[in-house]
């Protein structure tokens, strides 16, 4: 199947500092890559949907600002947590679309997931 | 309202017993899809199985199987001959709409605990 890398898998950092992650297609070319958020013993919930050359479309209650996605390729797209807090401390997971199969029935793929720790 | 219900939070299943996994789903699309997903302690989540809305056979996936109730508006997994590695958070999830563009809604899981 096709394969999203996510990197980092892990990642502490100090409160007040940014953190980028970055979710690519290895295979295929991702028109759209979602972002979502899970807290420990929660659901995935969507942050943003990431569509190739244009503005990220944000859930509502997810701080744009705060939480910078661009997709400035095909096969990349990355979330940076500015001024990061300790509140904002989750297990962050991207999902790409393959853009050439646009059937309902394709699973979307999804990153391994990154750990991030604000201290 | 939730878009899609599993009010399983836990389950307990003897090895190689099949167990049942619910999942009920809230829409007014008449195209949607509905898939199920496995995430271990790693994290990573693993694609089980898809049934479209329009599939008139039930989807199955080697000892994954999904019931589809269209009608009850429910899609539950279930797993044949359970193992060890079963053991894991499954979430239900849909996505609505004609196009696969559009982000998939997942519930809020059930733990499956699979027993030597």
């Known amino acids: 199947g096709a394969v999203v890398s996510q990197h980092p898998s892990r990642v502490i950092c100090k409160s007040g500092t940014s953190v980028k992650i970055e979710c690519r297609s290895l295979?295929?070319?991702?028109?759209?890559m979602f972002w979502y958020r899970q807290f420990p013993k929660q659901s995935l919930m969507l942050m943003a949907t990431?569509?190739?050359?244009?503005?990220?479309?944000?859930e509502q209650g997810v701080e744009k600002d705060k939480f910078l996605i661009n997709h400035a390729s095909l096969t990349l797209s990355t979330l940076t947590v500015t001024s990061a807090h300790p509140e904002d401390s989750s297990f962050y997971i991207c999902?790409?679309?393959?853009?050439?199969?646009?059937?309902?029935?394709?699973?979307?793929?999804f990153g391994q997931g990154t750990r991030l720790t604000v201290v | 309202a939730q878009k899609i219900t599993q009010t399983q939070p836990g389950m307990f299943v003897q090895e190689k017993e099949a167990v049942t996994l619910d999942c009920t789903y809230d829409?007014?699309?008449?195209?949607?899809?509905l898939f199920w997903y496995k995430q271990p302690s790693s994290g990573e989540m693993i694609f089980l199985i898809y049934?479209?809305?329009?599939?008139?056979q039930n989807a199955t996936e080697g000892r994954y199987s999904l019931n589809f109730q269209k009608a009850r508006k429910s899609a539950n997994l279930v797993i044949s001959a359970s193992q060890l590695g079963d053991s894991a958070m499954y979430f239900c999830?849909?996505?609505?709409?004609?196009?696969?563009?559009?982000?998939?809604?997942f519930g809020k899981g059930t733990r499956l605990s699979v027993i030597a």
């Open positions: 990431s569509n190739e050359g244009s503005k990220a479309t944000y």
């Open positions: 049934q479209g809305s329009y599939d008139e």
């Open positions: 829409t007014s699309d008449q195209s949607y899809g």
């Open positions: 999830a849909m996505r609505e709409g004609r196009t696969g563009n559009t982000p998939l809604v």
């Open positions: 295979d295929f070319q991702a028109t759209t």
């Open positions: 999902s790409a679309r393959d853009g050439n199969r646009p059937l309902m029935n394709t699973e979307a793929f």
